[in-house]
């Protein structure tokens, strides 16, 4: 009996099994819409066997995107793409999330594989926006959020999860991790407002949970929404794991549903002991801590060390990153490697290993 191929419940959605593909920037969208490489990329994930496929960050307003090439749902146009990478996963049993994000002083930089610096004006960059004027690493200082500005976050977070649920998407994730706009506002490293939104903790949160709250109440009762955390900054001073536990706590009598935990991203230069499973311990007392179901990722790899962090109740999901743009085929090969029957799509079985 593997506990990594058992399903998992999220209000009335099943997770087929507990191996997730985590959000990945493909850079690849063109004015926010999917392109061809889109659907190739989560088809063949689907086809691989991941029990739940969440699209990478896509952004709710256009300053909101990392770059040029990132996906957004700020607009009805960006629908229709998107309802064809739904389609791809249900078709081979997956369940499509999405995750949705703002990437606020961290925007207007080059493609994943381009250089990570503002864009100039002649290269179409703009202007980001932050809780505080602090320049993250040597990009351009981005403007602090004056109230109006705070006032169209929440909105644009609702309406991009309602065009999210328009495509068919069965459960949301809020990016609140690695740096971007919503961490920002958690970390006294980067928010030094002195209004409501800054200084206390109480203050910190006040916008990520309005957010997470506002969406939690436009998106159906019967599905599950998701919520990325950084658990800590890995920075004397930032962001850490007691407060995320404390907000954890919040957040479940929120009505989230789940924790995707990750850490960092926040500052450069953060001395992070990255190595197998290294971030699992943060999703493992959030678990016992607070009751929240919680997804474990980073350097997750190898089928025994997801099965034995499931099975051993460290998290209710692994997410492969890496592993599985190297390997779509990933999910079905850990189902034999645990000798789980793997549910080959019919097109491929004459392709299939000796003795399978
Ligand atoms: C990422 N990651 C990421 N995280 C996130 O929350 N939203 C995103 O859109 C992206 N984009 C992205 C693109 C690419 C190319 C990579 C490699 C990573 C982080 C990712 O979800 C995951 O947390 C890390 O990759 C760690 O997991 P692995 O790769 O060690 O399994």
Not at 32 to 43: E, F, I, M, N, S
Not at 185 to 190: E, G, N, V
Not at 225 to 253: F, H, M, N, P, Y
């Amino acid at each position: 009996m593997s506990s990594l191929f058992s399903p998992l419940q999220l209000r009335d959605l099943q997770l087929p099994n507990r191996i997730g593909m985590p959000p990945m920037c493909q850079y690849s969208a063109i004015d926010g819409r999917v392109t061809d490489w889109h659907l190739q990329h989560y088809g063949s994930r689907a086809v691989g066997g991941a029990g739940l496929v969440i699209v990478e960050a896509t952004a709710v307003l256009p300053e909101g995107r990392i770059s040029h090439g990132d996906l957004g749902l700020w607009d009805d146009t960006q629908i229709e793409g998107l309802a064809r990478i739904v389609r791809l996963i249900e078709a081979q049993g997956g369940v499509p999330a999405i995750q949705l994000a703002h990437a606020g002083r961290k925007a207007s930089v080059g493609r994943g594989w381009e250089a990570q610096k503002t864009l100039t004006a002649a290269e179409g960059g703009w202007t980001t926006v932050a809780p505080s004027a602090i320049a993250f690493d040597g990009y351009a200082p981005p403007q602090a959020l004056d109230a109006n500005g705070i006032g169209q976050v929440l909105p644009a977070f609702v309406a991009a999860a309602r065009r999210a649920l328009q495509a068919g998407f069965k459960a949301v994730e809020i990016h609140a991790a690695h740096g971007y706009l919503l961490h920002q506002f958690l970390s006294p490293l980067s928010n030094l407002r002195t209004d409501e939104y800054g200084g206390s903790f109480a203050n910190r949160i006040r916008l990520p949970r309005a957010v997470i709250a506002a969406v939690r109440e436009a998106w159906p009762q019967h599905l599950p929404l998701l919520v990325r955390l950084s658990a800590t900054d890995w920075v004397d001073g930032g962001w850490d794991a007691e407060q995320t536990i404390d907000l954890c706590r919040l957040l479940k009598t929120d009505g989230v549903d789940l924790i995707d935990v990750s850490t960092g991203g926040l500052v450069p230069g953060a001395k992070i002991p990255a190595g197998p499973g290294f971030q699992v311990p943060f999703a493992t007392r959030i678990r016992t801590e607070t009751g929240l179901p919680v997804a474990a990722v980073g350097l997750i790899t190898d089928a025994a060390q997801a099965e034995a962090i499931v099975a051993g109740g460290e998290a209710d999901l692994v997410l492969v990153g890496r592993e599985i743009l190297r390997n779509p085929h990933w999910p079905l090969q850990a189902a034999q490697a645990l000798g789980v029957t793997a549910a080959w799509p019919a097109q491929y079985l004459r392709a299939l290993p000796p003795g399978t």
